[in-house]
């Protein structure tokens, strides 16, 4: 009998780079694989699992949603739907509320509305920044510099630019009433958990005052949670015109969204964008157990553990300064810049049995559950230093 790694290489494009575990079952931060090996996991399937695996909270919302329907099209009205988009209009500030499957498919979504919008006051150029990551379709890889994601893909769409993040006069230089919009993350996560400044910020939002352009805020990895606040921009006092999440809200289930102010609400006619799938009632069911859980708590639990997590990442560069450049990030979202190829320290830690990743060439990523305890933080650390001391 061949084993899954050696199926999967027989049958599946070869564009993954995964690790070398055959998943059993997984649980909060713990992976359990078929030789019976049991791993920490603080890479939380790619900051989806706010609330760890299989949460009892998301577990029974799936299963009693399951129970009811799990499909039946945005023809209906699905309160599992409208009680997300209620919860999300609380807890993110934003009016307006459209759902999709994942993050590619809000800033696809987030790019029409834009070039929409610019339709209607002679506007049309987007600006995206160096670092972002928005996705794999074509809108998304056109808004970002990534070229080992676009290689040879071509043509992407016209009148978009990618500037330097972080650069206020570059940004200043190129916002024009020309500018439909701006998208960027205010932490950026496949970026090397890159912050954005709050000069950087303040000069977007006196510059949108001044040219009236859109500033959609991608909170795909950083928002739901996980960087302390419900959304990363939460932390600069700049409310954004549109807003893409994914990823940790649905908790597990594909789950995307995208809100906007009310002055967006009337953008798009009957017709002019859905998804057969998007909003789909399990997933929904999910995503409110994961805002609940996150109100309910877990918030709280990220920006302690996450403040903890940070203090021990600030003494382990203290001890490895030859090693060990920056500590970056909130909440738990967090980086560590080495001097050295991240890659290299997160296949020294899977011999120890945790789970990390390289984001960005020398960054560490860390975006475990927001449900993990100082002991599993501990745990981490302590890894982290015997792979450091070895490196
Ligand atoms: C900031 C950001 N935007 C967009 C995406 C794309 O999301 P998805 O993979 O669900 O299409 C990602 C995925 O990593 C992301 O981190």
């Known amino acids: 009998m061949k ?22 079952r997984a649980e909060g931060c713990r992976v359990y694989a078929k030789d019976g090996s049991v791993y920490l996991d603080f890479l939380a399937g790619i900051a989806v699992n706010a609330l760890g695996h299989s949460h009892p909270a998301i577990v029974d919302a799936v299963c009693e949603q399951a129970k009811k329907y799990m499909h039946i099209s945005n023809y209906f009205y699905q309160e599992p739907q409208i009680k997300l988009a ?24 987030a790019i029409k509305l834009a070039r929409r919008y610019g339709s209607q006051c002679d506007k049309i150029d987007i600006i995206a920044f160096s670092g972002g990551f928005h996705g794999r379709t074509y809108g998304a890889l056109s808004v970002m510099d990534k070229p080992q994601y676009k290689d040879k893909m071509g043509p992407y769409l016209s009148n978009t630019k990618v500037i330097e993040y972080n650069n206020v006069d570059e940004l200043r230089a190129t916002i024009n009433d020309k500018t439909a919009a701006v998208i960027l993350e205010f932490i950026q996560g496949e970026g090397g958990i890159t912050t954005a400044t709050q000069a950087f910020i303040d000069e ?21 949670g996980r960087s302390g606040k ?9 409310r954004p015109d549109v807003v893409t999440l994914a990823k ?6 594909p789950l995307g ?18 998804t057969t799938y998007g909003g789909n009632a399990v997933a929904c069911a999910a995503g409110f157990a994961v805002l609940n859980e996150l109100e309910n ?22 001890r490895f ?22 890659a290299e320290l997160v296949a020294e830690m899977l011999k120890h049995k945790v789970i990390s990743n390289a984001a960005s060439g020398k960054v560490l990523r860390i975006v475990p559950p927001l449900t993990i305890t100082k002991a599993d933080a501990d745990e981490f650390i302590s890894v982290l230093h015997k792979c450091l001391e070895v490196i």
């Open 3 to 24: 084993s899954l790694m050696e199926r999967e290489k027989d049958t599946f494009f070869q564009v993954y780079k995964r690790l070398p575990i055959e998943v059993d």
């Open 86 to 109: 209620e919860k999300l209009k609380e807890m993110s500030g934003m009016d307006r509320v459209f759902f999709s499957n994942s993050g590619t498919e809000a800033t696809e979504g």
């Open 204 to 224: 977007m939002s006196k510059l949108r005052e001044q040219f009236g352009f859109l500033i959609i805020a991608d909170e795909i990895q950083a928002g739901s």
């Open 230 to 238: 419900f959304a990363a921009y939460q932390h600069f006092g700049v």
């Open 248 to 253: 940790g809200m649905g908790g597990g289930m």
């Open 257 to 274: 969204a995208i809100l906007a102010t009310e002055a967006l609400a009337g953008i798009w006619d009957k017709g002019m964008h859905g």
């Open 297 to 318: 708590g877990v918030l709280a639990n990220t920006n302690e553990v996450g403040q903890y997590l940070k203090s021990k990442l600030d003494e382990t560069m203290a």
């Open 321 to 342: 300064p030859g090693k060990v450049a920056e500590v970056r990030g909130r909440g738990l979202m967090l980086g560590l810049l080495l001097t050295f190829d991240a």
